[in-house]
């Protein structure tokens, strides 16, 4: 990464701090977190130019370089962000991508790791979608639907579909679409596979969880250089200086998983996405163990933020594809190549 790409990320970075600062002060990330929409902050991200951030400026973005876009999903992670700013970014660029003129506002995303595919009959799209985000509220959600000649690109109206809503150990909603004869609202050649938009959905996540566990590791290691026990600060017992150093392996590790994954995206088929989500996602796993271990029951209070993170990291180590989709599906590429190619796909990664 050069030096100029390094300062306009920073910069990119510190203006997404900056609005979350002003917008999701005093007890508003509280409400937010039960539910309640932060009108105020969306429309901050949108004035900033963030929600189109991965579009270049002859669609009408700011001409952001791609690694520098996807960068600022970790930053929506480590601010715990509770609005779907990523899904639409993704959704945007998917959208100008196929040359669908896209609805201002909410978008979101269908892609699940186990579909049962969308179809198109008589015009219509019939399907079922589960565990799409923030659908109650988008003005439009982007899915590919099966034709029989090749993927096609979809804009739904949700409003159109029957809504089930629900959300996920985090609070947020994730709502499933039933469409049993839904009119599309425009339609184009795919710009991508469905494996293709799972696995960007699946790096979009795994950036979110890197960007979460930085969060999380600032927090253990303020609680132990603070926090006193029998006369001694946390830091100072080599049972916990253990257990950070653990949790900082495991953020290391997630962070250069889903910088992997970022860079991978341009590649067809790479097998970086996978293991971005697998690694990810055992590192959400641990660290957030280790790091309620060292903080004990008040991290688990509503009252502490570490539970805004660990719950959030929870979620979405399993939405697009966990761990043990992701390992099944790096496990058959690594067996269809065979033992004379198995080297060769390891370091392609």
């Known amino acids: 990464m050069t030096p100029s790409s390094n300062t306009l990320r920073d910069a990119l970075n510190e203006t997404v701090g900056r609005i979350c600062r002003d917008h999701l002060a005093g007890d508003v990330r509280r409400r937010t977190d039960g539910g309640e929409w932060p009108q105020a902050l969306w429309t901050a991200l949108e004035d900033a130019?963030?929600?189109?951030?991965?579009?270049?400026?002859?669609?009408?973005?700011?001409?952001?370089?791609?690694?520098?876009?996807?960068?600022?999903?970790?930053?929506f992670g480590e601010l715990a962000l509770p609005v779907p700013a990523a899904e639409t970014m993704l959704a945007r660029s998917l959208f100008a991508r196929?040359?669908?003129?896209?609805?201002?506002?909410?978008?979101?995303?269908?892609?699940?790791?186990?579909?049962?595919?969308?179809?198109?009959?008589?015009?219509?799209?019939c399907g079922r979608l589960v565990g799409v985000p923030h659908a109650t509220r988008a003005q439009g959600v982007v899915a590919i639907v099966e034709a029989d000649d090749a993927p096609q690109l979809v804009l739904l109206d949700p409003a159109a579909c029957r809504i089930e809503a629900g959300v996920n150990l985090a609070g947020e909603p994730r709502d499933t679409l039933v469409s049993d004869a839904t009119p599309k609202l425009a339609l184009a050649p795919a710009p991508l596979s469905a494996?293709?938009?799972?696995?960007?959905?699946?790096?979009?996540?795994?950036?979110?969880?890197?960007?979460?566990?930085?969060?999380?590791?600032?927090?253990?290691?303020?609680?132990?250089?603070?926090?006193?026990?029998?006369?001694?600060?946390?830091?100072?017992?080599?049972?916990?200086?253990?257990?950070?150093?653990?949790?900082?392996?495991?953020?290391?590790?997630?962070?250069?998983?889903?910088?992997?994954?970022?860079?991978?995206?341009?590649?067809?088929?790479?097998p970086t996405i996978a293991a971005a989500k697998i690694r990810s996602g055992e590192a959400a796993g641990l660290a957030a163990a280790i790091a309620h271990q060292v903080l004990g029951a008040i991290g688990y209070t509503r009252e502490h933020d570490l539970n805004l993170y660990t719950r959030r990291l929870w979620s979405w180590r399993d939405e697009f594809g966990g761990e043990a989709f992701w390992s099944a599906r790096l496990g058959r590429r690594m067996i269809a190549a065979g033992p004379d190619r198995l080297w060769a796909e390891i370091t392609a990664a």
Do not use: N
């Open 49 to 75: 130019g963030i929600l189109s951030g991965l579009l270049p400026e002859v669609l009408g973005g700011p001409g952001i370089p791609a690694d520098d876009a996807w960068s600022m999903m970790s930053t």
């Open 98 to 125: 196929a040359g669908i003129k896209a609805p201002d506002g909410i978008l979101t995303i269908a892609s699940a790791a186990s579909p049962a595919p969308l179809r198109l009959r008589d015009g219509r799209v």
């Open 195 to 270: 494996d293709a938009l799972l696995g960007a959905c699946a790096v979009m996540r795994s950036a979110q969880m890197a960007g979460a566990l930085r969060t999380i590791q600032g927090m253990v290691i303020d609680y132990a250089g603070l926090r006193e026990q029998f006369g001694r600060k946390l830091a100072g017992f080599q049972a916990i200086q253990h257990a950070i150093a653990r949790l900082v392996e495991q953020v290391a590790a997630a962070v250069a998983a889903a910088e992997g994954g970022i860079e991978a995206l341009g590649r067809d088929d790479s």
